[in-house]
């Protein structure tokens, strides 16, 4: 009983502070620019963190790195919305095969269960 009044409250309290419009003109466009600098940061890294890691699993340069890695977004992004589900899950699943595979050939695969078991 305490806790489905608590969820109550919660609800309406959310609720009530979401029809709240207190941020208007200057802060909220402020505001906004804030949150569209931090999403592009953490694409930024995100897009960085692939490069590197295509670079550690196949010797490529960041820059090739960085392009397989747009041209890959840009391309589930395209699929996004359209009918080829199967699609996206056949080459996901090719493409992490591959990276297992290469992970087994080069013996990383058994570097990091030995170093994670010492």
């Given at each position: 009983m305490r806790s489905e009044t608590i969820k109550r409250v919660a609800i309406a309290g959310a609720t009530a502070v979401m029809t709240l419009n207190i941020w208007t003109g200057a802060p909220l466009a402020a505001m906004w620019i804030g949150s569209e600098i931090a999403a592009m940061a953490t694409d930024l890294a995100e897009s960085l963190g692939a490069a590197i890691g295509l670079s550690l699993l196949f010797g490529l340069p960041l820059l090739p790195g960085l392009l397989i890695t747009f041209?890959?977004?840009?391309?589930?992004?395209?699929?996004?919305?359209?009918?080829?589900?199967?699609?996206?899950?056949?080459?996901?699943?090719?493409?992490?095969?591959?990276?297992?595979?290469?992970?087994?050939?080069?013996?990383?695969?058994?570097?990091?269960?030995?170093?994670?078991a010492a």
């Open positions: 041209g890959a977004t840009y391309g589930i992004l395209l699929l996004q919305g359209s009918a080829v589900a199967l699609l996206e899950l056949l080459l996901a699943a090719h493409f992490y095969g591959r990276v297992y595979r290469h992970a087994v050939r080069t013996g990383l695969l058994a570097r990091y269960s030995a170093e994670s």
